[in-house]
């Protein structure tokens, strides 16, 4: 009896929430994405985390259809009215990804595929780019040109790729806008750095990002150790490897190579 008044109390003290209180998230196109009930989120940066999951991407904007932003007060007013069972929230469905591979207009209109099918190609063709970039830090004495192609017969090529491969070049954009990016040193004692642009980030700052962890005396420093007099080594440059990509962080390992 004890527990049913104690259930009873814990109940009495929740807010008085509809059971069927629902948020539909739709497109700027006007296309239903998902319905979510509304007794889920507290906040409306938890229903926003939820829809980028959903999205597949590193975070979202939502308005309501009046066009005000979606934020804690509209929240808890559709949580509490009662005679509103159904809130409709825009989402804005900007993919910085797709916008930086121009398969995305800024209206968010998408190119030649469903957003799903664009999603996995740009994906794929973007860690390839990323790769590339660091290949320019690792090899930047050898004056090399990296290409990389587009394998995807089902859509035309966006106009980086126009003759079907992409030439990296320094102010060629390879890490999408607003994409947390966390640059991990391969040594110990290292400080992991996190770093965000709300603007594409080019190849040439992504080297320079990574060249930032190996200053002169780092190289010197690493020509003295016994590794390099082992191998009579008289360069070290610094290399950065690309350990994870996609739309919600990017990790790249710091780290050296002798020659």
């Given at each position: 009896?004890?527990?049913?008044?104690?259930?009873?109390?814990?109940?009495?003290?929740?807010?008085?929430?509809?059971?069927?209180?629902?948020?539909?998230?739709?497109?700027?196109?006007?296309?239903?994405?998902?319905?979510?009930?509304?007794?889920?989120?507290?906040?409306?940066?938890?229903?926003?985390?939820?829809?980028?999951?959903?999205?597949?991407?590193?975070?979202?904007?939502?308005?309501?259809?009046?066009?005000?932003?979606?934020?804690?007060?509209?929240?808890?007013?559709?949580?509490?009215?009662?005679?509103?069972?159904?809130?409709?929230?825009?989402?804005?469905?900007?993919?910085?990804?797709?916008?930086?591979?121009?398969?995305?207009?800024?209206?968010?209109?998408?190119?030649?595929?469903?957003?799903?099918?664009?999603?996995?190609?740009?994906?794929?063709?973007?860690?390839?780019?990323?790769?590339?970039?660091?290949?320019?830090?690792?090899?930047?004495?050898?004056?090399?040109?990296?290409?990389?192609?587009?394998?995807?017969?089902?859509?035309?090529?966006?106009?980086?790729?126009?003759?079907?491969?992409?030439?990296?070049?320094?102010?060629?954009?390879?890490?999408?806008?607003?994409?947390?990016?966390?640059?991990?040193?391969?040594?110990?004692?290292?400080?992991?750095?996190?770093?965000?642009?709300?603007?594409?980030?080019?190849?040439?700052?992504?080297?320079?990002?990574?060249?930032?962890?190996?200053?002169?005396?780092?190289?010197?420093?690493?020509?003295?150790?016994?590794?390099?007099?082992?191998?009579n080594a008289r360069e070290v440059f610094a290399t950065a490897t690309v350990k994870q990509y996609s739309a919600q962080e990017i990790v790249?390992?710091?780290?050296?190579?002798?020659?």
């Open positions: 009896q004890a527990s049913a008044q104690h259930r009873h109390a814990a109940t009495s003290q929740r807010p008085n929430i509809p059971p069927l209180a629902m948020v539909s998230i739709v497109s700027m196109a006007g296309e239903e994405l998902l319905t979510l009930e509304l007794k889920d989120f507290d906040v409306a940066e938890q229903l926003k985390m939820e829809v980028a999951k959903y999205l597949d991407v590193a975070s979202c904007q939502l308005i309501t259809s009046s066009g005000d932003a979606f934020d804690d007060a509209q929240l808890l007013e559709a949580k509490s009215d009662e005679s509103r069972q159904r809130l409709t929230a825009v989402v804005s469905t900007e993919d910085p990804l797709l916008q930086m591979l121009d398969l995305q207009d800024v209206d968010g209109t998408l190119h030649g595929a469903p957003r799903a099918a664009l999603r996995r190609m740009a994906l794929m063709v973007g860690e390839k780019m990323l790769k590339a970039a660091c290949s320019l830090l690792q090899r930047a004495a050898d004056r090399r040109i990296y290409k990389v192609d587009w394998p995807f017969d089902v859509l035309e090529a966006p106009p980086a790729f126009a003759p079907g491969f992409c030439t990296i070049s320094p102010h060629l954009p390879v890490i999408p806008a607003k994409t947390p990016v966390i640059l991990v040193p391969n040594s110990t004692g290292s400080t992991v750095t996190r770093y965000v642009s709300e603007e594409p980030t080019t190849a040439a700052e992504v080297i320079t990002l990574c060249s930032r962890s190996f200053p002169p005396e780092v190289e010197r420093e690493l020509l003295r150790s016994p590794k390099a007099r082992e191998i790249i390992e710091l780290g050296h190579e002798f020659c």
